[in-house]
């Protein structure tokens, strides 16, 4: 099938180099009664080789190194590290051959149509080509993805190997636990079930599993890690202690990567920001330089700053660490918002006949935001919480259990209800306390939490007492991991403080330029009445640039109409802005798009800006 399908691809090269270089269809075509029809019929030669050739020199190179479609995608997903069979990456990326075939015909002929030009049918190499390479692809995003999660879960995993470790847990038996730990991990327990079915199912040696898995990982800190912990294995030597200094040496890298993510963000912060204020200026300027001044202004506002938003968001997206909330939006809050601002916007028409476009925008905006982000937004406060007040929680009970001897039950019981721990910590402490009395299994008792690392914590604390091994020199330790977690947390937030203060400042900012450049031109066009050039005769002639000149100047005679048109636009410009700060702020600040509350507070701001710029617009025209 694969033979057939690249001996297909060879003829049509073929004879699209017969068509292009010896003009066969030119000549044949002059016999045939829709002569019109030969530049599109090259037009799609032309683009079916573009996306044919670069396959057939892929396929040809494959072949010389004495490898087959079917070995190339085998080692593609092993080095994706996924639990799926290479024969359906072969079955896609066959499938998508065809779709790209029919796809390159269709686009060159297009193309030709728009250009007018068969040579810009060669665009559709880049265009189609991506059907074939889909699975190339998809295994740079699968080891992208899987670099970020096993990043995100390290500290709290080897902490709690750590704490295995203290226990008396071998290797292997860590990795058995661990794979079934999903409310602490889930892509690293993806990966240690992979290396417990390897010596389960397949009866591989431990160690030869581990190895296999550590090969060419995307996490190189990971990879270190399965391979110390191998080399300990193999050689003797303390865990403990070398799980002691990975869980300072994760942090320090994971405090690393969010400091420079959040210089980053704000480097780009501080560029989008600047552009951002160019936008109104150059509105003006289409409205200035178009002979439809509205037409301008909505080229800017409806395509220009959508782009440039998505643009921004794609750079943060790429850059930004992956979200640990499992919480999420509510989608039927979201739509009841959006619903309701429609019925608002209707009701605001009938009564008063004003609709201005940013008002009838932002009321979904800001209703449908806030209903869907507001449950990710109080999860993620929560989390904070936990994060902020878990040093001095670990510590306290340390020094209880040093100077009292108490267990962990007791310790929490006279310990529960501090206002030093927060909200959080007292609720997880309150339910840990009651369902220890109800569950069977003591893992059980611990509630759920969307802190990852007080989960790991309370989590390492239970099955160090329930194995009587939790004393006050464990307990110190698990405080020096919890305060460097809490040292890199505070390292990414005062990182990130710039470019908050920056989403917050975007649209409060733009609405005054707006308000100056409208002042400014608004005063402009009461002195800009220049008399006609022929009023200063024949004497000034010579100067053959002085008429274009006096013509560019009158253009602002007819400012202060052409700006009350546009100001709608520019209005809008403002709202929009305020929701792709927003989008940007929860993906940067929080990790995840589900928090829409930072768009409703920001559109927020955005509304009250507009509100006082339309104040000061018609202030300037009474």
């Known amino acids: ?134 699975p190339y692809i998809r295994a740079f995003d699968i080891r992208n993805t899987l670099n970020q999660e096993v990043t995100r879960e390290l500290p709290v995993v080897v902490i709690v190997m750590w704490g295995l470790s203290q226990i008396g847990y071998s290797v292997q038996r860590m990795i058995e636990t661990l794979s079934t730990e999903t409310d602490i991990s889930t892509a690293i327990a993806r990966e240690f079930r992979k290396i417990y079915r390897d010596f389960t199912a397949f009866r591989v040696d431990p160690e030869d599993a581990i190895a296999a898995e550590a090969a060419d990982h995307p996490s190189k800190i990971f990879d270190r890690l399965l391979t110390g912990i191998l080399g ?45 204020l160019m936008l109104p200026i150059l509105a003006i300027f289409f409205a200035l330089v178009e002979a439809d001044p509205v037409y301008g202004v909505d080229l800017i506002a409806f395509f220009m700053v959508p782009v440039v938003g998505f643009a921004l968001y794609m750079y943060v997206a790429v850059q930004a660490n992956l979200s640990q909330l499992r919480v999420r939006g509510r989608t039927g809050y979201g739509i009841l918002g959006i619903a309701v601002g429609a019925v608002i916007d209707a009701l605001f028409y009938i009564f008063t ?89 003591y893992r059980d008792a611990i509630p759920e939490t969307h802190s990852w690392m007080t989960k790991s914590v309370f989590t390492t604390m239970q099955e160090m007492d329930h194995e009587g091994v939790l004393n006050y020199r464990v307990l110190t330790k698990i405080t020096e991991m919890s305060d460097a977690f809490y040292d890199a947390e505070k390292t990414r937030r005062n990182g990130l403080l710039v470019f908050k203060s920056i989403s917050f400042i975007a649209p409060a900012l733009l609405a005054p330029i707006i308000g100056i450049l409208f002042w400014v031109l608004y005063d402009l066009s009461s002195v800009a009445a220049i008399p006609s050039p022929a009023s200063f005769g024949n004497t000034l002639g010579y100067i053959g640039g002085l008429n274009g000149f006096i013509s560019f100047f009158n253009a602002f005679q007819n400012i202060s109409g052409i700006i009350k048109e546009i100001v709608p636009a520019l209005e809008f410009m403002v709202a929009e802005v305020g929701v792709i700060f927003g989008l940007l702020y929860a993906k940067a600040g929080d990790g995840t798009l589900r928090n829409t509350y930072r768009v409703f507070q920001i559109s927020v701001v955005a509304s009250i800006a507009i509100i006082a710029l339309e104040i000061y617009i018609r202030y300037i025209l009474l």
């Open 353 to 441: 006949g004003y609709h201005p476009l940013w008002l009838l925008f932002e009321f979904p905006v800001i209703l449908g935001s806030l209903g869907y982000g507001y449950p990710a937004h109080r999860a993620i406060r929560q989390k904070e919480d936990a994060d902020n007040h878990l040093p001095l929680f670990s510590r306290t009970v340390a020094e209880h259990i040093r100077s009292t001897g108490d267990n962990l039950s007791n310790a929490l019981m006279k310990l529960r209800g501090s206002r030093a721990f927060g909200k959080e910590i007292n609720r997880i402490i309150s339910e840990f306390l009651g369902r220890q009395r109800v569950v069977q299994n």
């Open 1 to 134: 099938m694969q033979s057939t399908s690249y001996l297909v691809l060879a003829i049509l090269c073929v004879v699209a180099v017969f068509a292009v270089y010896l003009p066969v269809i030119p000549r044949v075509s002059t016999y045939s009664p829709y002569p019109a029809l030969n530049d599109y019929v090259v037009a799609a030669v032309v683009a079916l080789a573009s996306f044919a050739f670069p396959i057939l020199v892929f396929h040809y190179r494959l072949r010389r190194s004495g490898e087959t479609l079917s070995s190339a995608m085998e080692r593609l997903a092993a080095r994706s590290k996924i639990v799926e069979l290479p024969d359906v990456w072969v079955k896609e990326t066959l499938q998508l051959t065809y779709i790209g075939i029919p796809l390159a015909l269709v686009l060159g002929a297009v193309l030709y149509v728009g250009f007018g030009n068969t040579v810009y049918a060669f665009i559709v190499a880049v265009l189609s080509l991506g059907t074939y390479f889909v």
């Open 232 to 276: 300990i294995s193999r050689l003797g030597g303390e865990l403990s202690a070398y799980l002691e200094r990975m869980a300072f040496e994760v942090i320090t890298d994971l405090k690393e990567q969010w400091a420079r993510f959040g210089r980053a963000a704000s480097d780009m912060g501080e560029l989008s920001i600047l552009f951002m």
